[in-house]
């Protein structure tokens, strides 16, 4: 066991971003709390008893956080003589409605601030964060000054008072740095270097703080929910870490955080620049870092870890680290991956992106990385790792990444983003779950291993063209469109083999729960992802425009394309819209307003006959329509891998197609739908739900542009390229299907199979393009296992390694205590072709 079930943590707005009462809930395996964005008031906090796991959590309501202790907090400066509480709350940025910031988001911590906080007659900005981790909470108060000359003026130091508004509540004991503070029938554990007393039912924390000119400083108060968290959070302090880069034997930095963790400084490790990788030995090549932990205490503890890169540049974009042991085996320790690359300017002319250097929205601009690790420590025990960092190959392949990125230093609303990336040469999904950036669910998408501006001229091995957007639902009544609420995300894998990140939500009128998964696999070829839909219909649901999956997004499609195609797996189909008929590679049906192509307000739902259903546009033409559009330079693609929906009592075993124009940024163009069929109607009822998967492939333009290593993709000849064969070829061989000899087939994409009693498995997969994941789930140890392939000679092992034990993926199911194992395996593109694997235990 590397981590308990309760050992996660999740934050989400309660009613979406800057809806409803902009109420942010933290939700931990041991506590709870809710911070009012609106006016930065912490409002509720308290232990939480017989949590649920991390996947229930997913799908349960807000009841629980809304049902723990209310509280109150606030903020005061000392100035005048007298305590000065803030007297609310000045935007960020002047263009934009953000006052809080997501900075780092994944299973190991949840970390969000509020600024700034603005007090009577004074130049000081105030600044709250909140770090939520499995076990703690870090509340951290930091007041910002300008300049030396506002120092003249308030003194070298100020002394801060932070109070939490706990009805009832009275000192218990105090020991150290430890207080027991006892209110609304709980035990609250503080631990501070800051003084604390207790003042007509307020806790109250006060510090001087240093004011340093330019940036800001404070303090932190951690709450633990239990007696014992507090004492690990004390003894943890004590544990004895060295880390050494591998290849130099040079010792890292390490240093204990105030807010509960440590850090390892592992900057310096990998060269800058996007050049190097035109070398070999550059794309394979990953940081190794050799890690020992001692703890000294007499009970186990799991510690927390951050390995950090900063003031550096380093190839960013698809980084991804990730645990082994001492002997080189993955061991599924989860590493939450949290970056950021964004960097504001010091030059006027930046305009939108301009600040000054001393500028308080710059706090957290990148570049950085913060990777974050729990390590379980036995009682009185040592124990060694291996912390590796890959930035492009894996195994030969080009390694899969799925990263929160912080927004510091780029501005807008500072919400969640996340960006997922093939080897460290930009981007290829980015997700972001709230749309709180105004544009889609599905947003900058990028070709993979193709020529930036498709011009061989231009470096390898770099960013490339966007072709965004996409969506998953849309749903709207009377024409108004109906938001999410509760949006959560799930990292469950981060790579290098395969991410996997799980979305909930649900509508805000309450009629439509919604389970969303993003998938990226490791591979060679092109940026692909495989994306998951299923929704749950919880009350008769009525609706004028229901698309389930979008291809292009209303407010994120400033592309061009020529032509597209509609097809099943006997190739494009033929319909008709309005007396036109459409068939084979077609023209775009354009027009000049935003609307359903040739039926306006309503949807076509274009009937797809036969087996398969896939859509492609193809023809791209790259255009400069913002400051960073340079795309498309790839031809989009999906193709539906499965599918099932029950709609009013009623089997319904594939969607129909809308064909959406819109004009984002001025560009007419098509954003194809996957929507519910006639027989459906217009109201769907309670109790009936769809699922599916489709896979979205960008494809080179032309042949000539890849300049990537696959002997599949190379092997397709080259006037499919650029047309709807391409696309019908993969649509076919994409659709691989899987059957077990040992074993329990549980999902079909990606394959994933429950191995035997036995631990082992012996599986059939017939069709796949390129590289197929694999994932071997119910492992009772991350070590002892090989994946063999029989072929003529007979099984023989798997081994993609480069420099040993380097091409496959381990991940932790701490709900069952079970292990999961990650290959990916390379299938020549035939439809017919048939690969027999088993999983072995080894003695």
Known sequence: MNRLFSDYTYMWWKDGFNKGDKQMLFQTGSYGCSLMSSDGVINRLGAIFEPPGADALMQADDSRVLALPECSSEFCIFSDGRYQPAEGLDYIDQDALAVSRILESGLNVQRMDVMYYRFRDSVLKGRLELAAFPRHLAISLWLYVPDEQAVEQTGQSVSVRFSLKLDGCSILSRSGRTAVISAHGQQYFFITSASLSVEKGRVIFEAPVLLKPGTFNGFSILYAPSAQSAQALEAQREVQISAADQYTGRELDVAYDERGYFTVDVSGLTPPGQEQFNQEEARRRYEQVKLSLRNNWAKELLLPVCFIKEKENFPISGLCPFIRDEEGEPNGIAVQLSKNWHKLNSNQEAGYFYAPLNHPKRFWEGPWLHAYALFPLAALSEKRYLYNCTFAQWGGAFAASHAQLCLAGWGGNYQQWESSAIGSFGESFCYDPETAHGRAFIDDIRPLLVYKLNSPEKPRYNWTGCNGGGNFLIYEKEGARVPLKRVRSCFKKQGPNLCEVVYTAVTADESIQLELCAFLPRTDDCSRAMHSFKYTFLKDTS?????????????????????????????PISFELNGQTFEGEFELPLSERDEYALTGS??????????????????????????????????????????????????????????????????????????????????????????????????????????????????????????????????????????????????????????????????????????????????????????????????????????????????????????????????????????????????
Not at 545 to 571: E, F, H, P, V
Not at 742 to 761: H, K, N
Request: glycine residues 8%.
């Open 543 to 571: 609706f004028t425009r229901l698309a389930l999956y979008q291809l292009g997004a209303d407010g994120y499609n400033d592309n061009q394309y020529r032509t597209m195609s509609i097809g099943n797996d006997c190739g």
């Open 602 to 843: 309503r949807m076509q739902r274009i009937p797809v006959p036969g087996r398969g259903l896939f859509v492609g546009f193809f023809k791209a033409e790259p255009q400069k329509t913002n400051f960073c559009k340079e795309g498309p330079v790839a031809n989009r693609f999906i193709n539906l891998l499965d599918y099932r929906a029950v709609i009013n009592g009623v089997l319904c075993e594939k969607p129909a197609v809308n064909l959406r124009v819109t004009h984002d940024y001025g560009v007419p163009c098509i954003a194809a739908e996957l929507t519910v069929g006639e027989e459906a109607g217009s109201v769907i009822k309670a109790g009936s739900a769809i699922s599916g998967t489709v896979e979205y492939i960008n494809f080179p333009v032309q042949k000539e542009y890849y300049y990537g290593p696959s002997k599949v993709l190379r092997a397709v000849p080259e006037n499919e390229f650029n047309t709807f064969r391409l696309a019908h070829r993969v649509s076919l061989a994409g659709k691989y299907r899987c059957r077990t000899l040992l074993g329990t087939l549980t999902r079909s994409y990606p394959i994933t199979v429950e191995v035997s009693r036995e631990q082992s498995a012996n599986i059939i997969i017939e069709g796949g393009f390129s590289y197929v994941p694999i994932v071997f789930t119910g492992l009772t140890s991350y070590r002892g296992y090989a994946l063999e392939q029989l072929t003529p000679q007979g099984w023989k092992r798997i081994d993609q390694s480069v420099y040993g034990n380097d091409f496959w993926q381990c991940a932790y199911d701490a709900e069952r205590d079970r292990y999961e194992i990650i290959f990916n395996v390379e299938h020549c593109g035939e439809p017919a072709s048939e690969y027999q694997y088993r999983l072995v235990k080894l003695d």
